[in-house]
């Protein structure tokens, strides 16, 4: 549960800290990079507390975030692809602790 908290609160920070004349747009952004989730839709079992996103899901793989990175340097997709990384490297920060791995 704390790990899906840091989700909304991560970003939340960094808004704030960095982006707080367009807070609002800016933290809506980034929470609609929530939605990289949907690729645990086709995972079976959807959920597996022990399993590491990263490497595993479709969309958490390293050339996805290699790409979520290069967004992070475009302004038009700045907010998309900070919201993407930070979401990875929660995923990642996860797995280390679940599994002792940064990457399945």
Do not use: E
Not at 13 to 24: D, G, K, N, Y
Not at 30 to 45: E, G, K, N, Q, S
Not at 57 to 76: D, E, G, N, S, T
Request: proline share 5%.
């Amino acid at each position: 549960m704390f790990h899906i908290a840091l989700h909304f609160a991560v970003p939340a920070i960094i808004v704030l800290q960095f982006f707080r004349q367009r807070w609002q747009m800016a933290y809506l952004l980034m929470m609609t990079t929530i939605l990289v989730d949907i690729d645990h839709l086709i995972a079976d079992p959807i959920y597996d507390a022990g399993r590491c996103s990263i490497g595993f899901h479709p969309l958490h793989q390293p050339w996805f975030i290699a790409l979520y990175l290069v967004m992070c340097f475009v302004p038009k997709t700045r907010l998309l692809g900070l919201g993407l990384m930070i979401h990875m490297i929660l995923d990642s920060i996860d797995c280390q602790i679940t599994n002792g791995l940064w990457i399945n």
